[in-house]
């Protein structure tokens, strides 16, 4: 399982970015938890949304929540995160990750085996 990631950059304060996530490889026919991911500089990588595609309830960081959305498209084999309402402390490198065994919705970044490249996402006031 390989995936490759695009979008983000940087974006002014208040402003949006919008990241896509595609799966390659064999992932089963189950649905597949995906997350995004972020480590800021100098801290630790923490999740900041966690879905699936196949359709399950997402999860968000109260940081984030309310401000980002995780969509994906299975036809595609996608994940997206729509970042809105960005703020400096966004400012970050962001992954996405896939977990093809996993059964049940976890936060842990441990629990991700399968990373994308990741981007620098900057976000300035």
């Known amino acids: 399982v390989q995936l490759l990631e695009s979008g983000g950059g940087s974006a002014e304060a208040g402003g949006s970015l919008r990241r896509s996530c595609v799966v390659s490889?064999?992932?089963?026919?189950?649905?597949?938890?995906m997350g995004w991911f972020r480590r800021a500089l100098g801290e630790e990588r923490d999740a900041v949304a966690i879905?699936?595609?196949?359709?399950?309830?997402?999860w968000y960081a109260a940081s984030v929540k309310g401000r980002f959305t995780v969509s994906d498209d299975s036809i595609k084999r996608t994940l997206y995160l729509e970042m809105n309402t960005l703020k400096p402390e966004d400012t970050a490198m962001y992954f996405c990750?896939?977990?093809?065994?996993?059964?049940?919705?976890?936060?842990?970044?441990?629990?991700?085996?399968?990373w994308g490249q990741g981007t620098q996402v900057t976000v300035s006031s």
């Open positions: 879905s699936c595609i196949g359709g399950c309830n997402p």
């Open positions: 990750a896939a977990a093809p065994a996993l059964r049940a919705l976890s936060v842990a970044p441990a629990a991700f085996p399968v």
């Open positions: 490889g064999d992932t089963g026919s189950r649905k597949l938890f």
